[in-house]
């Protein structure tokens, strides 16, 4: 039976962990791993793996022995940043503990504790990726901020909406910025980590009820 972490992050700014935890505890049990722990993270996974206390109570406990695997739901929950992404595989492996994403079904380790270097590669590239959709995201959001600002449009939520409403705008104040800057709800999601479904109520409110928000991806 194989020993195994359970390593879920969220950003400061959405996206619950009950949802990842739960999912990675369905998994373990169909497999019949034995969950030693559970890191819970709130970061940015852009921050370096020395200012991320999850990381590095994880390397922590790796260093004690006794684990086999390190399961995430996906890379991005890890790290979005291709080195540290890096410098984690490489300290586990070094270890002979494995990292187990659960979206992409994929093992860094083989089943006699050989590193699968193919899987190793695809991961840093996806590593890659994350990071510069995460810059694209910026840098659109910066230009779409100069242009509203020059145009005299005040962000913030709507007034006059109800209670219920109210609350759930001041809750996702990144949200409400986002979709009054014309993003997709994909794109809102993506940045704040929220549910498409949140994603979508929000845009609701701050749209007009009636009105549905594109999901296509800019």
Partial sequence: ???VIHFIRKSTIGQELDHQENLLNETSKQNGWEVIEVIRETISGTKKNEDRRGIIHLQDLISGGGIDLVVVWEISRISRSPRDFHNLLSFLHDRRVGLYIKNLNLFTLTDDG???HITSLILTLMSEISKMETVTLRERVKVSLNN???KGVILGRPVGTKEDEAKLLKKYPDAVKYIKM???????SKLTKLAINTTNKISKIVRGKGEECTLAAG
Avoid at 182 to 188: A, C, K, M, P, T
């Fill in 1 to 3: 039976m194989k020993r």
């Fill in 114 to 116: 050989k590193e699968n």
């Fill in 148 to 150: 509203l600002k020059q």
């Fill in 182 to 188: 014309g993003l997709s709800i994909r794109e809102v």
